[in-house]
């Protein structure tokens, strides 16, 4: 599966973004989707994950109850929408499928390429 991910830009703390991940290739509903960002000299980490049909997600605590996965698998998208955001939220964010839920950025199969968020403090 081929995965574009878009939606990045400037933004100022406090406000919002929102994220979008377009999926083409293998049936999208059959993978997990998740969502990841590295920052500047740092390793990627997880940020959220949802299920294949959308019915449960999990996210990193930094960023709990400010953003929010979901996914539409008529469009085969997977969206973020990121409130409050901190400039601790700078970062290129990727996004990813996979055939099983975890919290890392490993066994994942398949990667988008990136879109960069930055926050101005």
């Known amino acids: 599966v081929q995965l574009q991910a878009c939606g990045g830009g400037l933004v100022k703390a406090g406000g919002l973004a929102r994220l979008s991940c377009l999926a083409s290739?293998?049936?999208?509903?059959?993978?997990?989707m998740g969502w990841f960002r590295q920052a500047p000299g740092k390793e990627r980490e997880f940020v959220a994950v949802?299920?294949?049909?959308?019915?449960?997600?999990y996210y990193a605590h930094s960023v709990k109850d400010r953003f929010t996965i979901s996914r539409d698998n008529a469009k085969k998208k997977v969206d973020l929408q990121m409130n409050k955001l901190h400039s601790e939220d700078t970062a290129v964010y990727y996004c990813?499928?996979?055939?099983?839920?975890?919290?890392?950025?490993?066994?994942?199969?398949?990667w988008g390429q990136g879109t960069l968020v930055t926050v101005s403090s």
């Open positions: 290739g293998h049936t999208f509903s059959d993978y997990n």
């Open positions: 990813a499928a996979g055939a099983e839920i975890v919290p890392t950025p490993v066994n994942w199969d398949y």
């Open positions: 949802i299920n294949r049909s959308g019915g449960a997600s």
